[in-house]
């Protein structure tokens, strides 16, 4: 099952259809359908009106007949020869394709031009109800035959000065319509080479009003594919329906997004680069003055030695933080949550780091406003905190200060590191949390930084579901604030 699954996938795949074909297939079926309907229900219209007209000139041919044979006294006078009669009879049946039979007063059929049923007894409805008084007619849809009953009445006196009518027969009248329905039939055949005609010249109008339909995506899928081949700078422009223009703002919203990542992927090929190759350049400018100095005295060879450490550790830092970025990029990056007790974290992180704070003259405050206990990666989660505390004290004031405040309510936890250092401008708050960034490079290389510690901080919190934002006064301080869901669910 699986198996006829997948390859019915894959030929899906495979044949996907244009959507112009659907698109002609209904078009041509609203067309020829309403069509085909209207010239069937045109016909049927046609074929009854005919069917109207043939038992309307039957049954007034019929009733003229009626009437000379009641004024000859055809079936009171049996002595007259009526060959005559007879003969015009047989002929008005012949014309429409019938049957006539002529019974008398008694029921006995006198005249049958197929002269089947001469001299036998003939009772049906329609005789009856006719020598009631009532003229019947009727139509058998099935075999395409009609029936008229229609009396002959003979005059006969009623009293001295008077005379009245009675009926002395019945004219009963079989005609076909059969030839109606074939005359149809050679119509329509004739007419299909016609439908064929209207059918071809709808295909051809309904391709080309298709296509006009679907150009301006077509338009749209030649712009995607000129984009596909490198040239991000297309202004995707295709305002012909709603749809396309929607299309396109969106198509334009995400190249303007790719445009942005490939700029910021240059820049930190670049950034790479550079950072990397700094320190690869003062450990040889500092080799090669050794090298090149004789008699090195033995305090100005400890100070190149000591130099070209710090920028053994400034590269190694920096590969490190790489290393840790390009792990947590991954999205198959391990990330191992559990319970933790945060006041306790907290307290070690600021622990670790009270030497270097100390160094700097700079006070490290801790406030927990309750006992906090939530789901985190603990290794990861203490690389982002010791990352904005480590840069709170870095670029501080002297005899500056730094307030780290935990707290938590039902849902999340709350991690506020501020402090009196020299602030970020406002032009530049949007950009802190890219790679490589830095407000002062200068003041940055002096403190040891490698422009990654608050990106990596950025994607740490991202992987445990939070957010930080930033609040900043140049010269006055900076506040990051961190909230995180107390439970974490993936």
Known sequence: ??????????????????????????????????????????ASSSRQAQIERRIIDVQNQCQILSNKISRIGYLANSVVDNAATDTEISTLADIFNGRILIVNSGFKIVKDTFSLSEGKIGISEEIIRCFQGESTNKYNTEKHYFILAIPISETVPVNEGATGGRTAGVMLVTASTESMFTLEENLLDKMALYRLMIFALILVLTIFIVQLLVQPFEDIVSAINRVADGNLDEDIKEESYQETKRISRALNSTLTRLKAVEQSRQEFVSNVSHELKT????????????????????????????????????????????????????????????????????????????????KRNVELIFESMREVTADIDEVKFSLAVNNLVENAVKYNKKDGWVRVTLDADHKFFYLRVADSGIGIPAEFSDRIFERFYRVDKARSRETGGTGLGLAITKRVILMHHGTIRMESIECEGTTFTVRIPLIYIP
């Open 1 to 42: 099952m699986k198996k006829h699954r997948r390859l019915l996938f894959e030929f899906r795949r495979r044949h996907t259809p244009s959507v112009k074909l659907p698109l002609i297939v209904v078009i041509l079926l609203l067309c020829m359908i309403p069509l085909e309907f209207q010239g069937r229900l045109l």
């Open 279 to 358: 320190p690869i350049t003062s450990i040889r400018v500092l080799a090669d003055s050794l090298m090149g100095m004789e008699d090195v005295p033995k305090e100005l060879y400890q100070e190149f030695m000591s130099d070209i450490s710090d920028e053994i550790d400034r590269e190694s830092k920096i590969i490190n933080d790489l290393l840790n970025l390009v792990k947590m990029d991954k999205t198959s990056s391990e990330i191992n949550f559990a319970q933790a007790n945060l006041n306790k974290l907290v307290e070690t992180i600021l622990k670790r780091l009270r030497p270097i704070a100390k």
